[in-house]
């Protein structure tokens, strides 16, 4: 059995769908897969509260003290609310599982066993009135201890007191998971009488000893003649005969296991492994237990922990989750949420809700998850824990994109907006994580991911002067679709929708498939068909030419602009080639030569830093390089200008971080170049997403 949902009505920040409490629906509902369950998010993004609910709800094996108080029920403005609710719905019941709670269970759609246990409390004269019920109907009924006992969850607290838990006490946690294992139950002989634990046996054997120590060994008992003499001399009355004894005198194994301390080393240990220990000791404790709900709430697993510890800890529980059953884990580390299979995360975000990631409830794919789970690093991990994110495919919007936020009154840590690099045209992949399945349509935005992401990418067509410095007989050819082929295309597939086809360019007849394919012309054919059809598409191969890069142009950016937006999720494609040529074309043409020359000289010399100095001096340069192209077209001199990046002679990585460096040395003047250039038009549009639109002005900083 494992915890399949929670719903939460009034508790804390989650507040109800509707006008009556009696008759709305959750302010929240979460999801949780079988094994692991790990909740993500930004801080008060309602991560705590989903722990907190469920332990209210089944209480824990530690028999800590759990108690409601005002600052649960939710406050609607100023009013705080009297009513509350939390239900939690178990799923998965073995035959055995389901005979511990005959009376309280019931069904689901499929004829499933199902348990639905629930707190509801209210708030009256200064008190808080709790009532646990659980059963199939609305009403419920009580749940008796022995049921509840089996729903304990174990729980591992935030910055928890690891040191204390393993170490001897009344309250030691570490006792009373030895107590719950069956070597420490309690036997009966052959008469019905309770027979000694070993460890009894022999702690009143050593008892015997101390107690013998004190009473015959003349250095013992001098201590003890010493006090009894203190006593009858000084401070009992006289005829009075009482005498003291040191001994050992309380032998149950209950007091035995809680003097018992568990340690990793003779000298102190560090907190992190102190918090191992607790955790190999709480498993302990699931390894054992054959019956009721194996449940294990941990909130910051990290905690104390460094990353390779933190990857060991998280590997074991996800290959012995069968063994050791379901776990509902909080963190905000980037390393664990990339280590962690991307189905068992569930996103929190403030005033939205949580968002389980599992294939029922994302637009990824199969392909998409086994990809993401390959490459996502704890790098790009940072989008799970963003207020907004902004997925690019290189260094140098990496780098850029930042510098540029930030002059024109954007930065985007003051938004909390995260930079992913993706590093390829995988973004498609990458952006399905924040789409919602079935989602699309904006009757269901209040069910969308709150996180506004923005995704950059080249549209990657070449410039005419790139070809130019090919020799004519070398330069590529293109694919040009004319209203004969289209003709020809029908004698071979029959009639199909030709809308928009004839006066197409494609670079090669993959993406001439490709490209139908996407726009559903395409469909299967028999036998030698798309042979064909291939052959006599390369009779119509035309030599690129301005005409064809403009046409080339235009389509490609429809194709991709087709579905530019989903829910939150939003494309912006440069106009032309890549970043760096736009740049090139417009008002921050002397800055990117600037920067590409200071590049050439810190890829040169080793020795030599980014500094003012080099900057200034490269600036000089980029000057002189300009004047000599005096008299060159606008397209002619911003190739030449990006030639050099274009061809690998210098690190895009390198001139962008150069590039950045020049725009701060004169901030204001960038700002107002940077706003009016419409070639950086969709990167600004982009940030703009993100944060907040342009015209309600930038964030104080």
Not at 128 to 139: C, N, Q
Not at 257 to 266: A, C, G, I, Q
Not at 289 to 314: C, D, F, M, N, S
Not at 460 to 474: A, K, L, Q, T, V
């Amino acid at each position: 059995m494992y915890l399949a949902e929670l719903k939460l009505w009034n508790f804390r920040k989650y507040g109800i769908n509707g006008d009556q409490f009696e008759t709305s629906e959750p302010g929240l509902v979460v999801r949780f897969e079988k094994g692991v369950n790990v909740l993500v998010g930004e801080n008060d993004s309602g991560k705590t509260a989903i722990i907190d609910a469920i332990r209210y709800v089944l209480k824990t094996q530690s028999q800590e003290f759990i108690q409601l108080e005002d600052k649960d029920f939710h406050k609607d403005g100023t009013e705080r609310t009297s009513e509350l609710k939390i239900e939690c719905t178990f799923s998965g019941f073995s035959a055995s599982d389901a005979g511990h709670f005959l009376e309280w269970i019931g069904f689901d759609d499929e004829k499933k066993y199902q348990l639905k246990i629930w707190l509801t409390a209210k708030r009256k004269d200064n008190s808080i009135y709790p009532k646990i019920s659980a059963g199939a109907d609305v009403d419920g009924t009580y749940m008796e201890g022995e049921a509840r006992d089996l729903l304990r969850v174990i729980y591992l607290k935030p910055l928890r007191d690891a040191l204390s838990e393993m170490t001897h006490g009344r309250k030691s946690r570490l006792a009373q998971i030895l107590k719950s294992l069956d070597v420490f139950k309690d036997r009966k002989d052959e008469h019905g009488k309770k027979k000694k634990h070993l460890l009894e046996t022999h702690r009143e054997s050593y008892g015997n000893e101390v107690n013998d120590y004190f009473t015959t060994d003349p250095s013992g008992s001098v201590v003890k003649d010493t006090i009894n003499e203190f006593l009858t001399k000084d401070f009992l009355f006289h005829g009075e005969d009482r005498k003291a004894a040191i001994k050992i005198d309380d032998n149950e194994l209950n007091e035995i296991l809680r003097e018992l301390d568990l340690v990793l080393e003779e000298n102190k240990s560090g907190l992190g492994s102190l918090n191992l220990l607790c955790m190999a000791a709480e498993l302990l404790h699931l390894k054992e237990k054959k019956t009721g709900l194996k449940l294990t709430l941990i909130e910051e697993l990290e905690a104390h922990l460094h990353p390779q510890y933190q990857l060991r800890v998280i590997d074991f529980i996800e290959k012995n989750k069968k063994e050791y059953g379901q776990f509902i884990l909080t963190t905000h580390s980037t390393t664990l949420a990339s280590k962690i299979n991307l189905e068992n995360l569930i996103i929190c975000q403030k005033d939205r809700g949580a968002f389980p990631m599992g294939h029922k409830y994302t637009q990824l794919e199969q392909g998409d998850y086994q990809f993401l789970q390959r490459f996502l690093d704890a790098t790009k991990a940072n989008l799970f824990f963003a207020r907004g994110v902004i997925i690019v495919e290189g260094d140098a919007e990496n780098l850029l994109i930042p510098t540029i936020a930030e002059i024109i009154g954007r930065p985007l840590h003051a938004y909390g907006v995260s930079v992913v690099n993706v590093g390829s045209t995988a973004f498609k992949r990458y952006a399905k994580i924040f789409l919602r399945k079935d989602k699309d349509d904006v009757a269901h935005e209040k069910t969308w991911l709150g996180i506004p992401v923005s995704i950059i990418s080249d549209l990657d067509i070449r410039s005419f002067e790139y070809y130019e410095d090919i020799p004519d007989g070398e330069r590529p050819k293109y694919i040009k679709i004319s209203q004969e082929t289209v003709d020809k295309l029908r004698k071979y597939v029959g009639e199909f929708d030709a809308e928009g086809l004839e006066g197409n360019i494609y670079t090669s007849l993959d993406q001439f498939w490709k490209t139908e394919k996407e726009r559903k012309r395409v469909k299967k054919f028999k036998g030698g068909v798309k042979s064909d059809i291939d052959e006599m598409l390369k009779v119509n191969f035309v030599t690129i030419s301005k005409p064809i890069i403009r046409k080339t142009r235009e389509r490609t950016l429809e194709a991709k602009m087709a579905n530019s937006q989903k829910q939150n999720v939003k494309l912006f494609v440069s106009n032309n080639w890549t970043l760096e040529y736009e740049i090139a074309l417009g008002a921050l043409h002397v800055d990117l030569l600037s920067a590409i020359e200071c590049a050439r000289t810190l890829q040169k010399d080793a020795n030599v830093s980014l500094s003012d100095e080099l900057i200034g001096e490269a600036i000089g340069r980029a000057k002189q390089i300009l004047k000599d192209l005096t008299g060159e077209g606008k397209k002619r001199i911003a190739y030449e200008i990006f030639k050099p990046l274009n061809n690998g002679d210098v690190s895009k990585a390198v001139t962008a971080q150069c590039l950045a460096m020049i725009l701060e040395w004169h901030k204001e003047e960038s700002k107002e170049r940077i706003e009016k250039d419409n070639y950086l038009k969709y990167i600004c549009d982009a940030i703009y997403h993100v944060t907040e639109p342009k015209e309600e002005g930038g964030a104080d900083v």
